[in-house]
């Protein structure tokens, strides 16, 4: 690497960091079923699963999680956020929605292009006292003004592609009494812009 170039920590250096400090959401992209195993055995192997919240746009992963932990005689709860920006997925998300740990995080924009549906899954989800996500997709120029309609929304989770903003917008907000939906502060999740 030159010297004007980042260096990406590896999944096991940031798991290493954060032991015993906070939640971490591990995205899991594509289909693989490997990766997913590999993942697994990491987290296992650090000792660090209830610090973990799984997500993917591949609800199958869910599953497969929880046989690799089945391999290892692990029963514990799977945090896992099932991933959706389509409201054609809802029916099929709702059902997935029955077991302990299961949060829903969806597309922010969804809140204003199929308010409706995005809201009646939001309150399903609420009734049965699941974790409530949003992500902002990587080219969303978030603004406070999105961050207060999360805030109202008592999301439990925000992916960010600008954790400065949300983190400043939070503590300007630290007195603001929050929905009593809301389970707490909500989680940061920082985005890394794409490496060009």
């Known amino acids: 690497m030159g010297d004007n170039e980042t260096r990406i920590p590896t999944l096991e250096e940031v798991l290493k960091q954060l032991k015993d400090r906070m939640s971490v959401n591990i995205e899991l992209k594509g289909d693989d079923d490997e990766l997913v195993d590999k993942v697994v055995e990491l987290v296992c192997a650090q000792g660090q699963l209830s610090q973990i919240n799984f997500s993917s746009f591949n609800h199958g992963f869910r599953q497969r999680?929880?046989?690799?932990?089945?391999?290892?005689?692990?029963?514990?709860?799977?945090?896992?956020?099932?991933?959706?920006?389509?409201?054609?997925?809802?029916?099929?998300?709702?059902?997935?929605?029955?077991?302990?740990?299961?949060?829903?995080?969806?597309?922010?924009?969804?809140?204003?292009t199929h308010p409706t549906e995005t809201r009646a899954l939001i309150a399903a989800a609420r009734e049965r006292g699941l974790r409530l996500g949003f992500y902002f997709p990587?080219?969303?120029?978030?603004?406070?003004?999105?961050?207060?309609?999360?805030?109202?929304?008592?999301?439990?989770?925000?992916?960010?592609?600008?954790?400065?903003?949300?983190?400043?917008?939070?503590?300007?907000?630290?007195?603001?009494?929050?929905?009593?939906?809301?389970?707490?502060?909500?989680?940061?999740?920082?985005?890394?812009?794409?490496q060009e």
Do not use: C, W
């Not at 514990?76 to 995080?105: H, M, R």
């Not at 999105?146 to 592609?161: G, P, R």
């Not at 903003?165 to 502060?185: C, G, I, V």
């Open 65 to 112: 999680i929880e046989q690799q932990l089945a391999t290892r005689g692990i029963n514990d709860v799977v945090n896992f956020g099932y991933l959706s920006y389509l409201t054609a997925e809802f029916p099929k998300v709702n059902e997935l929605l029955i077991k302990n740990g299961d949060g829903i995080t969806l597309d922010f924009e969804l809140l204003r």
């Open 138 to 194: 990587m080219a969303y120029n978030e603004k406070e003004e999105d961050y207060e309609v999360l805030l109202a929304e008592a999301a439990d989770l925000v992916i960010t592609n600008f954790p400065d903003r949300l983190s400043d917008f939070l503590h300007s907000r630290s007195n603001t009494e929050r929905p009593k939906s809301a389970k707490q502060t909500p989680e940061i999740v920082i985005i890394p812009p794409p």
